[in-house]
């Protein structure tokens, strides 16, 4: 992930895409120069995306993450419904689509989320750099699933949270 960090770096000054406000404003650029697992993270699409494949491999060839790591991220930690459950750094949940987890961001500027079923070997990753984002992924979503995740009403019940 050679493009990934937790912290700020140089050559993202040019590369980094700019986050807007509601009314379609540039925002602050947050420069974290310490690691926050909170809220940090900064990658691309690609990248997240091959952390999810490598998550979902069956074959044995994982090359980011090893069984027994992938295990203990998707071992229940905390229940927080009838179908949530918190995982190390992943909500874990029943739908009807199948087991999933998945995992949001929301930093002024930018929204985030991916979701996988591992059932199917299927994932998606949405990186928006607006505040608007939240409602691109959730009707994205709504399309590709063929109905609602309910997932997506659980954010809706947060409400504008920020880190």
């Not at 998945?102 to 998606?124: C, I, L, M, Q």
């Given at each position: 992930m050679a493009?990934?960090?937790?912290?700020w770096?140089?050559?993202?000054?040019?590369?980094?895409?700019?986050?807007?406000?509601?009314?379609?404003?540039?925002?602050?650029?947050?420069?974290?120069?310490?690691?926050?697992?909170?809220?940090?993270?900064r990658?691309?699409?690609?990248?997240f995306a091959r952390v999810?494949?490598?998550?979902?491999?069956?074959?044995?060839?994982?090359?980011l993450?090893?069984?027994?790591v992938?295990?203990a991220?998707?071992?229940?930690?905390?229940?927080?419904?009838?179908?949530?459950?918190?995982?190390?750094?992943?909500?874990?949940?029943?739908t009807?689509?199948?087991?999933?987890?998945?995992?949001?961001?929301?930093?002024p500027?930018?929204?985030?989320?991916?979701?996988?079923?591992?059932?199917r070997r299927?994932s998606?990753?949405?990186?928006?750099?607006?505040?608007?984002?939240r409602?691109v992924?959730?009707?994205l979503?709504?399309?590709?699933?063929?109905?609602?995740?309910?997932v997506?009403?659980?954010?809706?019940?947060?409400?504008?949270?920020r880190l």
């Amino acid at each position: 992930m050679a493009s990934s960090s937790y912290v700020w770096l140089p050559e993202y000054q040019e590369a980094a895409a700019v986050g807007h406000d509601a009314a379609g404003l540039p925002v602050e650029t947050r420069k974290s120069q310490e690691a926050s697992v909170a809220g940090s993270l900064r990658t691309t699409p690609l990248e997240f995306a091959r952390v999810l494949s490598d998550m979902l491999s069956s074959d044995g060839k994982r090359v980011l993450l090893n069984q027994t790591v992938v295990d203990a991220m998707l071992t229940p930690q905390a229940r927080l419904g009838p179908r949530l459950e918190w995982g190390l750094g992943w909500s874990l949940q029943e739908t009807e689509h199948g087991r999933s987890f998945w995992h949001w961001g929301d930093s002024p500027g930018y929204k985030s989320f991916t979701v996988a079923f591992p059932e199917r070997r299927a994932s998606v990753v949405f990186l928006t750099n607006g505040d608007g984002g939240r409602n691109v992924y959730q009707w994205l979503l709504r399309i590709g699933l063929g109905g609602r995740l309910s997932v997506a009403d659980m954010l809706d019940s947060l409400g504008d949270y920020r880190l």
